[in-house]
């Protein structure tokens, strides 16, 4: 089973790291442009829905995980997302909760699913 999940866990550990380090760390002046950030949570939030459905749909353990990866991936991938901009507002000084953060993650998870289904979907490929 870990063999599926390990590129999830990877990716989750990054995106908290990332999400967590203090704003004042981070120079991106050659990325800078309107909705930089945003399109960042989406991008990163995508792909841990994506990674996660992957991973809980191919793991053969539990019938249960694998029957519902779609559902488990998009809770748990919005509901961390969540949590860090918690994090973000009450731990970390220079970082900030914003909603805009939060809308922009919950949309990357749903076209995480959406992704997931158009691939897997379109291809027959049965796990």
């Not at 990163?44 to 019938?63: E, V």
């Not at 969540?82 to 914003?98: K, M």
């Amino acid at each position: 089973m870990l063999r599926f999940i390990l590129p999830s866990l990877v990716w989750t550990s990054f995106v908290v790291v990332v999400s967590l380090v203090p704003s004042s760390n981070v120079n991106l002046r050659e990325f800078q442009f309107e909705g930089v950030d945003k399109l960042a949570h989406f991008v990163m939030y995508l792909l841990q829905s994506l990674f996660w459905s992957i991973g809980l749909r191919r793991q053969n353990i539990s019938h249960f995980l694998r029957n519902h990866a779609l559902k488990i991936s998009l809770f748990g991938s919005f509901s961390i997302s969540f949590i860090v901009e918690l994090i973000q507002e009450f731990v970390i000084v220079s970082r900030n909760f914003e909603v805009l953060d939060l809308i922009a993650n919950g949309i990357g998870c749903i076209f995480g699913i959406v992704l997931f289904k158009l691939i897997y979907q379109e291809y027959k490929i049965e796990f």
